[in-house]
């Protein structure tokens, strides 16, 4: 009889463990360290403190190495310059087209680099609500397909994404187009209301993050 009632027991207490167990598996699945992380993960990746110059016979570097830019350079105080560029359903908008509302434009190289990846999260996740009065906007040439992949894996939903992949010719109309790699030097830009640049930023090496905190205090400003 004490034999069986000591089975019993242990079996209550195996049961109990086998609860536990299952309890803290169910929490592991939710937090543990196979699933995916909940936020992102920003990197210690330099911030550039000073701009380069765009336009023809300027230069930009990777990683030390200097690249050639083309095209006709803008400056601060200059009008946006009309050229279209993809939406995600493959239809042209013009940059220009956007008169009457503050826009911090972010271009990148390209959207499958770890900068660029932190740079297009830090503008959609870090701006503090500035996307209530302020659009939003990335500009890369990635094709739009990439683009909206990589919008929705990242759950970025508060960035207008628009793609310069069909020529280059957003980046040829604003001296931002790296001719040998065929693509975009890394800019931040501030527009106020009328279309004129109010703020800008081209990295002068493409590995560093522009101060995109900057730009923020920059369209405050405007508002």
């Known amino acids: 009889m004490r034999g069986h009632n000591m089975t019993r027991v242990q079996r209550i207490q195996t049961v109990g463990m086998c609860i536990v167990a299952i309890g803290c598996a169910g ?5 543990g360290t196979g699933d995916k992380p909940r936020g992102f993960a920003y990197q210690d990746i330099p911030v550039a403190k000073t701009s380069a110059t765009g336009g023809e016979g300027q230069t930009v570097t990777f990683k030390g190495k200097p690249l050639a830019l083309a095209g006709a350079g803008i400056k601060v105080g200059d009008s946006l310059r009309e050229v279209q560029l993809a939406q995600a359903d493959l239809g042209l908008t013009n ?8 826009r911090i434009i ?5 959207l499958d680099t770890k900068v660029c990846e932190q740079q297009t999260h830090y503008l959609s996740e870090k701006s503090q609500g500035l996307e209530k009065n302020v659009e939003l906007i990335t500009v890369s040439v990635d094709t739009p397909f990439a683009q ?9 939903k508060n960035v207008t994404f628009l793609s310069d992949y069909r020529g280059g010719d957003f980046g040829k109309a604003y001296g931002l187009l790296v001719t040998g790699p065929h693509i975009l030097a890394r800019t931040v830009m501030v527009v106020d209301k009328d279309n004129v640049i109010r703020y800008l930023q081209i990295t002068p090496e493409l590995a560093q993050l522009p101060d995109l905190d900057a ?3 920059a369209a405050k400003e405007l508002l």
Do not use: N, Q, Y
């Open 148 to 156: 909206t992949r990589f919008a929705e894996e990242a759950k970025i």
């Open 106 to 110: 972010s271009i990148v190289p390209s």
């Open 215 to 217: 730009a923020f205090k």
């Open 95 to 102: 940059i220009a087209g956007g008169k009457g509302k503050v």
């Open 27 to 31: 929490l592991a699945g939710c937090g």
